[in-house]
């Protein structure tokens, strides 16, 4: 038969003191001096390296992890290579940066190199894909506990990381695992979300930032529960992607496209003949053109399957545990090539040891795929994969054991010398079979029914044969020797089944384009998926459609609309219009006086340098000025305005807006909704608007407006003037010699240091004047006033109210009463005859209409005409 199979299974004889209790990884290194095996544990345990060879594998070195450091999740080993040095790093252990450790020749290790990035925890990874740069350093990406994709640019003795914006269902999710990938000439990022039950591509941008291109999961009709591991192999001349996933036990093969596309090829569900039940670990390797996978995970076993080049998985042999072996719960997997023989190393998490075991690949012959067209396909004298595609294909398989797949079509399989299988698939075709040796050969129609009884099958007896008819399905099966066939011939030793799910029911993500203009004015229409628009040069029309684009003007007075989804754009140089549409976007203006509209949901616009208008629509929005002399209108939601440098006009809309105008000579508006609102440098205006607002004048002689509201008003430096406006306000002069004005309501001002002047305005207030010679004036209403530090002139006219001075110091020659404004006062001798009264150890004032000034703690012996003004 044309099946592999596992050869001399056992557990490695472990030469040395090393850790083989709860191997988490396995990793086999080629260097100048030999092949070395390392493995890993969970903290408290270590890495451990040995030397294979002739004889049993020598323990070369071994390294301890503390057992002080926590499990982020499985720890893993991943090769760095750095200076011309190659570092072997753990991830998956919370530890306060990426540990590494030299890999030597000898296999040896040294310490090598810890990373660590400004702001960026890198102990908190828990997987890790890097990539040599070719000048003496490596890039790549990872994932960090709780979720979330980093860039990574590292040297020898440095580390640049840089979160990435993910996007998609993928992004309320924490990566289950990760793999760097290429496929036509690109780079892709591959990431699996056990949580999410499905798995996302992004390509790598020239910036080394990630554009998801395509999702895959239960949405899309695939049954994907709770993905553990992705692979990458090459087979007919394609690139795949093999997931495996532990809560469907399924494994499930795609072809990833040069443009990030998903295109699923086979699925195949754990059976009794397989042993990859809740699948954690997977391992691709290539040999000699072939294929192969190797899965493991609750089963306990292995199972080699292979990668035909139409990527259909054909299984060759499952190994189970026995105590000779250690392979319960497999956590390990790692592959060595000598030869025509592969070596497999694994490892159970759940008992001791490391199992090696051998596969002979010495009769392997050639893997062929078939086209879109009429393919005629030969293989050799020895065990080929053979497998059509579209059109009406020949297969021959020659000598050997081999496997022959028809495609679409009406096809032919020939086997040949040898014991064949033949594979048939649902296309509603009649496919022949040419050559079958009863016997023999065997038959695989899991890709047109799991039906495993070929007794429950119609079965068309024929003089050359017979006929299977499964729905539109007809197979003519014609013997080698002529001779007719009946149902009874056919038991389920002629049957190769494997479990398989149908992709009928498969939805593809739409992919995104990449398109790119010329240096004349271009219009370029993208589609609903993520898709990367360059402008280039002159002044272009870009549209990026629904999905989560990125588009680029560059040079030219551009417009672009990024349509709906959580867009990235770039206006570049050049008056550009930029709008956002639907979705979360980022809006960059570039060099220029741009007009920006962050459209609907929270966007983030950045004016940059230029004359900036910029408007955030609906949603909570964060709008940065930048350079200029900019114009920025929050709209509808809670928005955060920041003017940057430069004279500009920040309104917020309804809702609660916080303004900040940073640098220049600012006016701000909040408008309706709880406000905030804060000048920075330069001589500010603050308008609050509606509801209770917060303003701060800054740096500058600033002027503060509450508007309608119980605001409250912070001046900050400078002489600045602050306005309560309608409503009950609270005033704060700080430092500086400042303006306060309570307006109507029940105000309270502090004026802070300074030489201030307090005007309480209408109702019932609180004055206090701080430091400084301040100037208070109460107005109307019945008011409480206190001076507080240094020498302070009370102020009072006509209809002042019922008022109290809490601390006027008559023995302060500095510090007056003005009654100028009171006519029912002429002076001190009138005062004194006609309008003072002492009043338990207080002087009460009594003027017109009312009006009355307490000054508390004041006795009428220590008053005298140089405390009053008239």
């Not at 962050?598 to 940065?624: I, S």
Request: with cysteine; glycine share 20%; hydrophobic share 35%.
């Amino acid at each position: 038969m044309s099946e592999l199979s596992f050869e001399n299974s056992g557990l490695l004889p472990l030469a040395g003191n090393g850790r083989s209790w709860g191997i988490t990884d396995l990793m086999v290194s080629e260097t100048e001096g030999g092949t070395h095996l390392y493995s890993l544990t969970r903290a408290g345990g270590g890495i451990s390296v040995y030397a294979l060879g002739e004889g049993a594998p020598q323990l070369v070195d071994s390294e301890e992890l503390s057992e002080n450091l926590l499990q982020l999740t499985v720890p893993e080993l991943e090769l760095i290579e750095v200076g011309g040095k190659s570092l072997l790093g753990v991830v998956g252990l919370d530890s306060a940066r990426l540990e590494t450790w030299q890999q030597r020749d000898t296999g040896e290790l040294s310490w090598g190199n810890d990373f660590v990035s400004d702001g960026l925890d890198l102990g908190q990874l828990t997987e890790l894909e890097v990539r040599a740069d070719g000048d003496g350093g490596s890039w790549g990406y990872g994932a960090l506990a709780g979720g979330g994709l980093v860039r990574l640019d590292l040297s020898l003795g440095s580390a640049s990381a840089s979160v990435i914006t993910r996007s998609g269902a993928g992004a309320s999710h924490a990566e289950s695992d990760l793999l760097l990938t290429r496929a036509g000439g690109h780079d892709f990022v591959v990431a699996t979300y056990a949580t999410g039950d499905m798995m996302s591509v992004y390509r790598v941008e020239a910036d080394g930032d990630l554009s998801r291109t395509a999702d895959i999961g239960a949405e899309n009709g695939i049954w994907i529960d709770a993905p553990t591991a992705v692979a990458d192999v090459t087979s007919g001349g394609q690139s795949y992607l093999v997931l495996a996933s532990a809560g469907s036990d399924s494994l499930t093969v795609m072809r990833l496209g040069s443009d990030g596309s998903l295109t699923p090829t086979d699925h195949v569900i754990d059976d009794l003949s397989t042993r990859f039940q809740n699948v954690t670990t997977l391992e691709t390797v290539e040999v000699g053109g072939r294929a192969y996978v190797l899965v493991g995970g609750a089963d306990d076993g292995l199972s080699l399957f292979e990668l035909l080049p139409n990527g259909e998985l054909f299984h060759h042999c499952t190994l189970a545990d026995r105590t000779d072996l250690s392979l319960s719960n497999v956590s390990a997997i790692a592959t060595a090539v000598s030869g025509d023989v592969l070596t497999i190393y694994a490892a159970g998490e759940g008992e001791a040891g490391i199992t090696s075991t051998q596969v002979d690949l010495g009769g392997q012959g050639v893997a062929r795929g078939g086209g879109a067209g009429a393919d005629q396909l030969s293989g050799t004298s020895r065990d080929d994969a053979l497998t059509g595609g579209g059109g009406d294909d020949q297969l021959d398989g020659g000598g050997g054991d081999d496997i022959l797949v028809d495609g679409s079509g009406a096809d032919t399989l020939t086997g040949g010398a040898g014991a064949d299988i033949f594979a048939l698939s649902a296309d509603g075709e009649t496919d022949v079979i040419a050559d079958f040796e009863l016997g023999v050969d065997r038959l695989d129609l899991s890709r047109i029914t799991n039906q495993t009884d070929p007794s429950r099958l119609l079965f068309v007896s024929r003089e050359w044969g017979g006929e299977f008819h499964i729905g539109d399905e007809v197979i003519q099966i014609r013997t080698a020797d002529g001779a007719p066939l009946e149902a009874s011939d056919f038991g389920s030793d002629l049957l190769y089944m494997l479990s398989r799910l149908s992709l009928d029911s498969y939805v593809e993500s739409e992919v995104g384009r990449y398109m790119q203009g010329s240096e004349r004015t271009d219009r370029m229409l993208g589609n609903d998926a993520a898709d990367t628009i360059r402008g280039m040069g002159a002044a272009d029309e870009l549209y990026g459609g629904a999905g989560d684009d990125r588009i680029y003007g560059d040079l030219g007075n551009d417009r672009i609309h990024a349509g709906n989804g959580n867009d990235l754009v770039e206006g570049g140089d050049g008056m550009d219009v930029l709008t956002g549409d639907a979705g979360f976007d980022t809006l960059h203006g570039g060099a220029g006086g741009d007009f920006m509209n962050g459209g609907g949901q929270a966007d983030r616009l950045y004016g940059e340098a230029g004359d900036d208008r910029m408007l955030g629509e609906t949603g909570q929005d964060n709008l940065y000025g930048g350079t200029g002399t900019d114009r920025l209108i929050g709209g509808d939601q809670n928005d955060r305005l920041y003017g940057g440098e430069g004279e500009d006009l920040l309104r917020g809309g309804i809702h609660e807006d916080r303004l900040h105008g940073d640098g220049g000579a600012d006016l701000l508006f909040g408008d309706g909704g709880f406000d905030f609102l804060s000048g920075g440098s330069g001589e500010d205006s603050l308008y609050g608007g509606n509801q209770a607002d917060n303003l701060y004048g800054g740096s500058g002689n600033d002027l503060l407006s509450g508007d309608q509201g119980f605001d409250r008003l912070f001046t900050g430096e400078g002489d600045d003037t602050a306005l309560g406006g309608a409503g009950t306000d609270a005033l704060f002069g700080e430092a500086g010699n400042d303006l306060l004005l309570g307006g109507a309501d029940r105000d309270r001002i502090w004026a802070g240091g300074g030489n201030d002047t307090l005007h309480g305005g209408s109702g019932d207030d609180q004055l206090a004047g701080g430091a400084g010679f301040d100037v208070i004036d109460s107005g109307a209403g019945d008011d409480l006033i206190r001076g507080n530090f240094n020498a302070d002139i009370f102020v009072f006219g006509d209809g002042h109210g019922d008022d109290t001075i809490g601390d006027f110091d008559a023995n302060n020659a500095l510090e007056k009463i003005d009654l100028s404004g009171v006519s029912a006062i002429r002076d001190f001798a009138d005062l004194m005859q006609n309008h003072v009264f002492e009043i338990g150890g207080s002087v009460l004032i009594a003027g017109a209409d009312g009006d009355q000034i307490l000054l508390q703690g004041v006795s009428l012996g220590e008053l005298d005409a140089g405390d009053f003004l008239f």
